[in-house]
C-alpha cells in the first residue's frame, strides 16, 4: 500500500512538473493601427498565431493613435515596457536611436521580407523590427496625354532626366496642360537624394549634410521644375485652389508621384487610361516607405518567443490573407504569389509595381527630434517656388539653421 501511494504521489508530481513546463507564454503587445474598424481583424490573427502556436499566449493592449506614443513612452519610461509593440517608421527610428528596440539578429526568418523593407528597419548591418504593413507611392501617368505628345509610356528603367524630357513634350499640349508634380516638400527631398547617393545625415547620425554636391544636385532639378525656363510643373498660382490629383482627374497632369491609396479614387473618376510604375531615380530608385512594423523591448526575458509572433504577423500565409481580404494596408512579404487577389484588381494593370517598390524603399532619416529638423527644411523649400534663392543657397541655408539649433 505505502509503494502504491508513493507511486500515486510520484506521478502526481511529475504530471505538476509536466503542467509547469507546459505553462504558455504570455506576451504583451502594444498596439495603433488595430484600433477601430480593423480591431476584430487584428484579433482573428492573433487567434491565427495563437492556434498554430499554443505554447505562447498574446496579452493585447490596443490604444488609439492619438495616445498611443504618449502612452508607451510613459511605459517604457516606467520600467514597464511591453515584450512587443507596434510603431510607425517616423516613431521607429527615434525609438531604435534610443535604445528601445531589441536587435534581432537572427531570430527572424528575413527570407520572407524585400530587400528594401529589411533595409529600412536594419542599423549597421543589424535587424530592429519587422515589417507588418505598408503602403507606398508610385509614378502615375495619363496614358491619354502621352499618346497625343508622342511619347512612349514610363518605364522601370526611367530615371528623372526621362520624366523631364517626357513632361517638356506634354506641357507643349497646352496652357492648363502640365507635364509633372513633385512638390519640394522635406519628405520629396530626404527620398529624391537618397537615390543620387546624398543623405541628410553622416552614416553615424552625428552630423547633418544638407549642402552635400548630391543633395544640391537633386533639389536644382527639383527647383527647375517649377521655375526654369522649361517648366513642366504648376505653381500654386497656376493649380487656382486645385491639389495635384484634380489636375491629373481632369486629365490635365501627365504624371505624378502620389500613394496607392489613389487607386480608388483614381478608378472612379478618372475618364481616360492611366498606369503605374515604380518612381524614376537619378543613380538608383528611392521610394517612400510608409509602414507599420513591430519591435521587442530589449528589457524582454521572452525575446525568442516575440520574434516568432512578430515575424507570424508579417508573414504567416493565414495572417497575411486576413489583411488582404481586410484592405489594411498591404503585407510586406517578398513571395509576390501569395498576393494574387490584389494583383489582379485593375486598374492600375501593373500593380506588380506597388511590390517591385519595396527593394529600393527609402525610410525617413533616423532623427530624434524628426519634427523640429523636418519643419526646418519644410519652411525653407516652401518659398522656392516663387523665391529665387538657388538649391545651394537654400540648402546652406537650411545646414545653418540646423547646426544652430543643435538638434542632434
Request: with cysteine; proline share 4%; charged share 20%.
Amino acid at each position: 500500500m505505502k509503494k502504491l501511494i508513493s507511486l500515486v504521489l510520484a506521478l502526481m508530481m511529475v504530471l505538476g512538473m509536466t503542467a509547469a513546463v507546459a505553462e504558455p507564454v504570455t506576451l504583451t503587445y502594444a498596439h495603433f493601427s488595430g484600433s477601430g474598424v480593423q480591431e476584430e481583424v487584428l484579433n482573428k490573427m492573433i487567434d491565427v498565431f495563437e492556434s498554430k502556436n499554443p505554447d505562447i499566449k498574446i496579452d493585447l493592449q490596443i490604444t488609439g493613435f492619438e495616445d498611443y506614443f504618449t502612452k508607451l513612452a510613459t511605459v517604457i519610461g516606467g520600467g514597464n515596457a511591453p515584450d512587443v509593440f507596434e510603431m510607425n517608421m517616423e516613431n521607429f527610428l527615434a525609438y531604435m536611436l534610443r535604445g528601445a528596440c531589441a536587435d534581432l539578429t537572427g531570430l527572424v526568418d528575413t527570407a520572407n521580407y524585400s530587400e528594401g523593407t529589411l533595409a529600412a528597419v536594419s542599423s549597421d548591418g543589424k535587424l530592429y523590427a519587422v515589417p507588418m504593413s505598408f503602403s507606398t507611392c508610385l509614378l502615375f501617368y495619363n496614358k491619354d496625354l502621352f499618346d497625343q505628345a508622342g511619347v512612349e509610356y514610363p518605364n522601370d528603367s526611367w530615371t528623372w532626366a526621362d520624366i523631364q524630357a517626357a513632361a517638356e513634350k506634354i506641357k507643349a499640349l497646352g496652357d492648363d496642360i502640365w507635364g509633372i508634380y513633385q512638390p519640394i516638400t522635406y519628405n520629396e527631398f530626404y527620398k529624391s537624394v537618397k537615390g543620387n547617393g546624398g543623405s541628410l545625415l553622416t552614416p553615424d547620425y552625428s552630423a547633418f549634410t544638407l549642402n552635400s554636391a548630391e543633395n544640391v544636385e537633386v533639389l536644382d532639378a527639383m527647383i527647375k521644375r517649377v521655375r526654369g525656363e522649361e517648366r513642366v510643373m504648376p505653381t500654386t498660382e497656376d493649380m487656382a485652389g486645385r491639389g495635384d490629383w484634380d489636375l491629373f482627374q481632369e486629365g490635365k497632369l501627365g504624371m505624378c508621384i502620389t500613394g496607392i491609396w489613389a487607386f480608388p479614387t483614381f478608378t472612379e473618376k478618372c475618364p481616360f487610361g492611366w498606369d503605374v510604375v515604380v518612381e524614376p531615380g537619378y543613380e538608383t530608385k528611392s521610394t517612400f516607405f510608409f509602414a507599420n512594423v513591430n519591435c521587442v523591448s530589449p528589457s524582454s526575458d521572452k525575446k525568442e518567443a516575440a520574434a516568432k509572433f512578430i515575424d507570424a504577423m508579417g508573414s504567416d500565409p493565414d495572417i497575411v490573407q486576413l489583411r488582404l481580404d481586410a484592405s489594411w494596408e498591404l503585407p510586406t512579404i517578398a513571395d509576390q504569389s501569395k498576393l494574387t487577389q490584389y494583383l489582379e484588381v485593375t486598374p492600375p494593370a501593373n500593380r506588380k509595381a506597388v511590390f517591385d517598390s519595396m527593394d529600393f524603399a527609402a525610410a525617413p532619416p533616423a532623427l530624434l527630434e524628426q519634427g523640429a529638423v523636418s519643419e526646418i527644411i519644410n519652411n525653407v523649400l516652401s518659398t522656392l517656388e516663387m523665391d529665387d534663392l538657388s538649391a545651394q543657397e537654400a540648402l546652406d541655408e537650411i545646414q545653418a539653421q540646423l547646426e544652430d539649433a543643435d538638434l542632434l
